[in-house]
């Protein structure tokens, strides 16, 4: 049995009760610098050289489909896909919805821009969204990276979170800053630490 790499995580827990209550969703360009290995695939008609031409690994349109239904084909990591795409992209949602490989047009991934995005996921772009609670999950990189590296991303997922409080928001909206490994215990950080 192979075990796969731990991934480092960073949880934020916010205090206001407006940001409990909505949503926050944000995505972080050039934070995460991710091994160049990660594959990316572009499902769309009308964008297949705009995608093969910003880098994505495989690139098509309805001939994906049957390959990932039939074939059980899950060799990369996101799917990106235009609008006029997404119908049938949806017949296959059963089966990326659970992986969470659906493309999402809040998360970017369906876009008429596939270009931008797919080069944005090659630079390592990272979507984050706090749950109910308030409490933000993401990641900070893979053990494999060094510390001077795995720090610059700590730094910045939380500065550039801290950047995207509210302006109705006062007082606190950091309150806890935790990191641990996919399985590992969390490790509580000092806040003040940061640049926040």
Known sequence: MTWAEDIPEISIIKTSEKEKAAVNKDALNEAIKKPIDDKWTADSKRAAE?????????????ELIPKIQNEGWLDFDV???????MPEVGRIGNILGPRNLMPN?????VTTKVGAIVEDLKKGMVTYKNDKFGNI????GKVSFDEKKLAENLSYVVTTISKAKPQTVKGTF????????TM?????????????
Request: net charge negative; proline share 6%.
């Open 50 to 62: 705009e995608a093969k031409a910003a880098g994505a690994d495989f690139v098509g349109g309805d």
């Open 79 to 85: 799917v990106v896909a235009t609008p006029d795409m």
């Open 105 to 109: 047009p809040k998360t970017g991934t």
């Open 137 to 140: 999950h993401t990641v900070i």
């Open 174 to 181: 950091i309150e806890n800053i935790a990191i641990s490994t």
């Open 184 to 196: 590992g215990p969390g490790i509580k950080l000092d806040k003040n630490s940061f640049d926040i």
